[in-house]
């Protein structure tokens, strides 16, 4: 999602899996043979800001307020798109126009459980709307597929009455396209096309969707109860939910842990302060887990997320640097710019020492990701997207891709001798432009998270042996949290990113089409530009800063090749083709590299396995359809169970596609 996903993630790994851990899908026999409890304890690590799900898209807020609203359709257990607020829904025989039908009865409530109304049409025109007006992060997922609303939203009309919503009466909801989807049905579980309620966004105003109880009304399946910055966040079960029968749990209670610790998952899980806890084979505890829970560790399965580092390719900040010099600032700047400096620094980053500091060595592999879309989010002909990405970029730059293998689990891209290779072609070129070595690139990191400062320092060891100290160093830049934060994941602009190179972003898909990844670094409206120092081209008064680098560095050819590939609507398998060699271009550039997705993490966990609601895209329930029991679950149950729900998903996946 978005940042969430949908985006980006910043919390500590440690924290970001321990709902993962759990599995993410269906109910399994185990329920009837244990005790089950009504509440689930995890953690949070960062605060969340903005509970306007229209608006916001980072994963400290989503993954919080996914839980407070619904859609017209959600991602049920077993990983399929179901009816949610929508009980029905047709399509016209052109593919343009989605017509929804509304349940009847479902409620808008407080967080003290006071109606407010039924949720009708005009509510979900009332959230577009709104979107618009707030500058919501998330609109880019829409705005060039509903009829007129790119227009209206870059002032082109000011009548809202010509974008393609239409509440055709109280219970049924119109949408109109631009041109066919086959992946529209997948943008309905993101927030930007929830409904909001007109009589109480008029009431809050300015305060709407503040992080507080009262901030927005509720129609989903959880209420928040209570959240104290940097103590704990709250939730009840909203007993007026349309479908509480697949609700669970009568409270989430969640604590904050600033991540310092990392044995202090398993001592408070043991205490029954966790329903869940992420273990680390690195830490000194790990034998003691061995040794009370060896029977019960379960090692997570890789999500859909990728996590990667980025270059600042127009650096503007530098509250937090260790360059002296103004000279300093440029020839790293020089370097950047520089296609082999960048693939050479991917190629001498050892990413299983890296991810080690978490998972242990011999576990460093079973989160690795080589592609910023994973290699079998889509299929192609009924191959993995990921084989013609593969192809495609050994053909665009064989000198540092040839033969490579960009499945997960593995290193595609650590090679000293090709990482060496490529640093003396760059720095005879660098050279020719004046540029003195060594280049220093800042690397910020939250002096609290132990284990991604051990991270850090792990990429700092690669980059300095391999290609040597004399040539490159990296400056650990240790801050406290909130400059953290604000140097890197809570930047708003590409001027406020504050680093050289940084670890602290990644994504999630939005819907289930490759451009949800791909479209982020689209130098007119991706989203995700600021982690690249640059601002889309569309957000910028006036003359875009960073418009000649973007030239330079690629950013306009990338363009070219996404808009080729939008272009397609109809044939999937030429869609996706065409965008297998817009992301091989892109990975030739080296302007990101992936390295790690969620998931692949040891856990112990008192969650009933697969019985989570489980969602390639967009927003997913967090707490909705699952189930927690009284005893841990053991690996031999979750085996069991996920070896069922594999079976069914595939049946389903059969059907749907016949």
């Not at 432009?433 to 998270?449: A, N, R, T, W, Y």
Request: aromatic content about 12%; overall charge positive; glycine content about 6%.
């Amino acid at each position: 999602m978005k940042m969430k996903k949908k985006g980006l993630v910043v919390a500590a790994l440690a924290t970001a899996t321990l709902l993962a851990a759990c599995g993410n899908s269906k109910s399994s026999d185990t329920a009837k043979k244990q005790t089950l409890v009504d509440t689930y304890k995890t953690v949070f690590s960062t605060d969340p800001d903005n509970f306007d799900y229209t608006v916001s898209s980072r994963a400290t807020n989503s993954d919080i307020y996914s839980n407070f609203e619904d859609g017209l359709l959600e991602w049920d257990q077993y990983g399929q798109l179901k009816n949610d607020l929508a009980k029905s829904w047709k399509v016209s025989k052109d593919g343009k126009t989605y017509t929804y039908k509304l349940r009847k009865g479902v409620k808008w409530v407080d967080s003290d459980g006071n109606s407010h109304g039924d949720v009708k049409a005009q509510d979900f025109v009332t959230g577009l709307k709104h979107a618009v007006a707030a500058k919501s992060e998330t609109l880019y997922v829409v705005q060039g597929s509903i009829k007129g609303l790119n227009d209206y939203v870059t002032g082109k009309t000011k009548d809202f009455n010509t974008v393609g919503i239409k509440a055709l009466d109280d219970y049924t909801i119109q949408y109109t396209l631009n041109a066919p989807e086959s992946f529209w049905n997948s943008k309905l579980t993101y927030g930007v096309m929830f409904p909001v309620q007109a009589k109480f966004l008029a009431s809050k105003g300015s305060k709407f969707g503040q992080a507080k109880p009262d901030g927005i009304l509720y129609n989903g399946p959880f209420t928040l109860s209570n959240f104290t910055s940097k103590s704990t966040i709250q939730m009840k079960k909203n007993q007026s939910y349309w479908d509480k029968k697949n609700v669970h749990l009568n409270n989430i209670k969640m604590t904050f842990d600033d991540g310092s610790d990392s044995d202090a998952y398993y001592k408070k899980f043991k205490k029954g302060e966790l329903s869940a806890a992420t273990v680390f084979p690195t830490s000194p505890l790990w034998a003691t887990v061995q040794k009370e829970n060896g029977k019960n560790i379960i090692w997570t399965d890789q999500d859909q997320s990728t996590y990667n580092f980025t270059f600042n390719f127009n650096r503007r900040s530098f509250k937090d640097t260790s360059k002296t010099t103004s000279k300093q600032k440029s020839d790293t700047h020089k370097a950047i710019m520089n296609k082999d400096f960048r693939l050479a620094i991917q190629a001498a980053f050892d990413r299983t020492s890296y991810i080690a500091q978490q998972t242990g060595k011999d576990a460093a592999t079973k989160r690795m990701r080589n592609e910023l879309t994973p290699p079998k989010f889509v299929s192609i002909n009924g191959k993995d997207y990921g084989d013609f990405v593969q192809k495609d970029l050994s053909k665009d730059n064989p000198t540092a891709f040839k033969n490579v293998d960009l499945s997960d689990q593995q290193d595609a891209f650590y090679n000293k001798s090709k990482a060496q290779k490529l640093f003396k072609k760059a720095k005879k070129e660098l050279k020719k432009e004046g540029v003195s070595f060594p280049i220093k690139l800042d690397l910020p990191q939250d002096e609290k998270q132990s284990m991604l400062l051990n991270q850090a320092k792990s990429f700092k060891s690669s980059i300095e042996t391999v290609l040597g100290k004399k040539n490159v160093q990296i400056d650990i830049q240790n801050l406290p949290e909130d400059a953290y934060l604000a140097a890197t994941y809570a930047a708003t602009t590409g001027a406020a990113s504050d680093f050289d190179i940084s670890n602290a972003s990644g994504w999630s898909p939005d819907y289930v089409d490759p451009s949800t990844y791909l479209e982020i670094y689209n130098p007119e409206t991706g989203s995700m530009l600021r982690t690249l120092g640059m601002e889309a081209t569309q957000n910028v008064a006036g003359k875009d800063p960073s418009a000649s680098i973007k030239k330079q560095a690629g950013f306009d050819e990338y363009a070219k090749l996404l808009a080729k590939a939008e272009a397609i609507k109809t044939d999937t398998n030429a869609r996706y083709k065409a965008f297998a060699k817009a992301e091989a271009y892109m990975m030739a550039q080296g302007w990101q590299f992936p390295v790690y997705s969620q998931g692949g993490s040891a856990t112990v966990t008192k969650v009933v396995p697969k019985t989570a609601a489980y969602g390639k895209s967009g927003l997913v329930h967090a707490y909705k359809y699952l189930k927690v029991q009284k005893d841990t679950t053991t690996a031999a149950e979750y085996k069991t169970a996920k070896a069922a729900w594999t079976k069914k998903v595939n049946k389903l996946n059969a059907e749907a596609d016949k």
